[in-house]
Structure formats: structure tokens, C-alpha cells
């Protein structure tokens, strides 16, 4: 027998509130039970669980996500994002319209947006 991933967890300071950022930027809903001041707080649609911990973040992600936008162009959507609360952290974007952004949640866990499959000719 086999296993598979059940959840992506990530560990934050405040479970409900990444958990609502997250939300936002994937379209999908948190679970109907998570209320604020939950411990944890899950968007069963993406598997991607967040619990609260005690310690902060202090280094480099081992494990991030990279987002493709699905109806938008990659630079539209990290315009998007910022405007939720994200920060870029680095900028991989080249004048030919290749590469991708590196950005951070409002808890500093990196993640990268690439060009969507229509600017890749998918």
C-alpha cells in the first residue's frame, strides 16, 4: 500500500487569520467550522491546513508553493496578491515575459507565482 498527501500544514502564528489570506488567494472557502482563535483552520479544497504554533518563523521555507493564475496573467495576479497583504521578496521577472515572482504571506512563508499556461503556450 501506497500513502498519500492528505494536507500541506503550514505552522503560524495566528491559524484563522493566515488561513483567511490563503483562502482569498486560492478562491477556495475555509472549512465551516474554523472560527477565529481556532488552533487550526483548513481549506480542504487545496489540503492545506495552518496551525497556530508558538514560535516564530526565523528561516527560509524548506517546502513553498508555486501558484499558476488560472484567469489572469502571472503579473496581474501578484498585483492581486500584494494587495491582500503579500510582500515580494525577490523578482525573478525578465523583460521577455519568462520567470516568476517570489513573494511572502503576512507570516513571511515564501511562495512563487509563475506565468499562467496561457502565457506559457500550455
Known sequence: MTSKIRHVTMD????YALGSFWSQVLGQPLHEDD??????????AAGVLFVTVPEPKTVKNRVHL???PQDRTRDEEVERLLALGA???????????????????PEGNEFCVERS???RGE
Do not use: F, N, S, Y
Open 87 to 105: 510582500t515580494l521578496v525577490d523578482d525573478h521577472r525578465k523583460p521577455d515575459g519568462t520567470g516568476w515572482a517570489l513573494l511572502a504571506d
Open 35 to 44: 472560527k477565529p482563535g481556532d488552533p487550526m483552520a483548513l481549506i480542504e
Open 66 to 68: 508555486d501558484l499558476q
Open 117 to 119: 499556461a496561457a502565457e
Open 12 to 15: 503560524c502564528a495566528d491559524a
